[in-house]
């Protein structure tokens, strides 16, 4: 089994900053991606970054150029960092992560965390 702790989540003012963290515990041989996804009230869970073991990163259209997604291979964390954040960037904003357990399998697993909220005032 993996667990997902998430932290860094608050209340900030429009145009502030946060950094979320996510450490992947357990069961890993490897993390071959991880990121974060966000969910307003009323909204679907939607993509907001993510990078993979190699570095590669996706970013949603209406956070380029705004938050940078990092990751540390070598302790399964992933961070994000948000900066002039809006009023429309409040949600829940859940750790994602596609884990392989074993280096005899390629089979790889799909967890999430519980959840942090950020909320940004105007």
């Known amino acids: 089994q993996v667990q997902l702790a998430e932290s860094g989540g608050g209340l900030v003012q429009a145009g502030g900053s946060l950094r979320l963290s996510c450490a992947a515990s357990?069961?890993?041989?490897?993390?071959?991606?991880m990121g974060w996804y966000r969910q307003a009230p009323g909204k679907q869970r939607e993509l907001v970054a993510t990078?993979?073991?190699?570095?590669?990163?996706n970013y949603a259209e209406s956070v380029k150029g705004r938050f940078t997604i990092s990751g540390e291979n070598a302790k399964n964390t992933v961070y994000l960092q948000m900066n002039s954040l809006k009023p429309e960037d409040t949600a829940v904003y859940y750790c994602?992560?596609?884990?392989?357990?074993?280096?005899?399998?390629?089979?790889?697993?799909?967890?999430w965390g519980q959840g942090t909220q950020v909320t940004v005032s105007s």
């Open positions: 994602n992560a596609r884990i392989r357990g074993s280096s005899w399998s390629t089979n790889e697993y799909n967890y």
């Open positions: 357990g069961s890993i041989f490897r993390a071959n991606a």
């Open positions: 990078i993979t073991s190699g570095d590669n990163t």
